[in-house]
């Protein structure tokens, strides 16, 4: 029979009966694993701890240091808190879940989930955007910098991205869960993701597909085209530069954000902009492990590593540190 959520646990409520629909979904998730879930279990604990620290460390750091109080870490620390955010929503859950056996989260759960993973990835779509917005700014209108990219537009930027994010996923989720669901409410995957439970939907898909798309078409890939169109801008200007050193250093401001944006939309389209069809949940498993826990994980990586400034600031913060203490 089918059942909407949505409406089922206002009956549930109401009648007070049919528990199975009551009791939520069940996430099936790496069970097939059996006991090599404690080894997930314990790479995964310090992939989510690393991330946690790291992301918080950049934070910290950037907040606690003048000098890089500028635009593009401004976008960083709003990178970093979405990351934390992120890898918060889905890895804790999973956690327990390898360790425990039996996976049910409520209805009212699988969708909130679902509501703050699509939040997030809408709105990291658009701040990589923006960033990509700031080292096009920075490296093609030098001039201009400070007043095109002043405190004000950045925190229009950010504010923009989140809005768009929140307003268009809370859209999408609701009218996703009003659809009536079919057949077994066992999910097989380890968190309440679109897909799999798009596979779970009876009612004729089509214009779920459609909305799916427009939004994909809208704030996934909308922001992309900014970001190569940045990138397009940027590169004829750096190779138009005089001095070797002069493009070697104007590249090194923007090699950081173009590896996390080949890692954050390579990972997103290998998943999403897969046609329905082609979708197994098993070989989406490992995917999804990565772009949810591992690369939060990656991204303060990423943004420290090879860079000076943030080096520089770290050092400094560590000797104000000791010599407060002595
Ligand atoms: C991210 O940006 C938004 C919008 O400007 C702001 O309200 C929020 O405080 C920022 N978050 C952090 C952690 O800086």
Redo the contacts with the bound molecule.
């Keep these: 029979l089918p059942f909407s959520p949505l409406q089922m646990t206002y009956s549930v409520s109401e009648l007070g009966e049919n528990q199975t629909i009551s009791d939520g979904f069940i996430l099936v998730g790496f069970s097939y694993l059996n006991e090599l879930q404690i080894l997930l279990f314990l790479l995964l604990l310090v992939i989510y701890l690393v991330a946690l620290m790291g992301n918080l460390l950049i934070i910290l750091l950037i907040k606690l240091n003048p000098s890089l109080h500028t635009p593009m870490y401004f976008f960083l ?2 990178l970093s ?1 979405l990351e934390i955010c992120y890898t918060t929503n889905v890895t804790p859950q999973l956690l327990v879940h390898l360790l425990v056996d039996h996976h049910m989260p409520p209805f009212v759960g699988c969708m909130v989930q679902m509501l703050v993973f699509t939040t997030l990835g809408l709105t990291e779509c658009c701040l990589l955007s923006a960033m990509a917005y700031d080292r096009y700014v920075a490296i093609c209108r030098p001039l201009h910098y400070t007043t095109i990219m002043s405190g004000q537009a950045c ?1 229009l930027l ?2 923009v991205s ?1 809005t768009i994010g929140l307003l268009a996923e809370s859209a999408e989720t609701m009218w996703f869960f009003s659809l009536p669901f079919c057949g077994s409410n066992r999910i097989p995957h380890f968190f309440c993701d679109i897909r799999p439970i798009e596979k779970m939907v009876c009612a004729d898909t089509w214009m779920n597909e459609i909305l799916g798309l427009t939004v994909s078409v809208l704030f996934i890939m909308g922001p992309f085209v900014l970001i190569l169109l940045s990138y397009i801008l940027i590169i004829s200007t750096i190779i138009k530069l005089p001095s070797a050193e002069g493009r070697r250093k104007a590249f090194s401001t923007c090699s950081s954000h173009l590896v996390v944006v080949t890692l954050f939309y390579g990972t997103c389209i290998i998943t999403y902009m897969k046609p329905k069809s082609s979708y197994t949940p098993e070989s989406d498993h490992w995917i999804s492990l990565l772009y949810t826990v591992v690369t939060p994980m990656l991204n303060p990586l990423i943004y420290t590593l090879r860079n000076k400034e943030v080096h520089g600031a770290f050092r400094k913060t560590l000797e104000k540190t000791i010599f407060s203490h002595n």
């Design positions: 620390v709003n808190f925190a950010a504010g989140w």
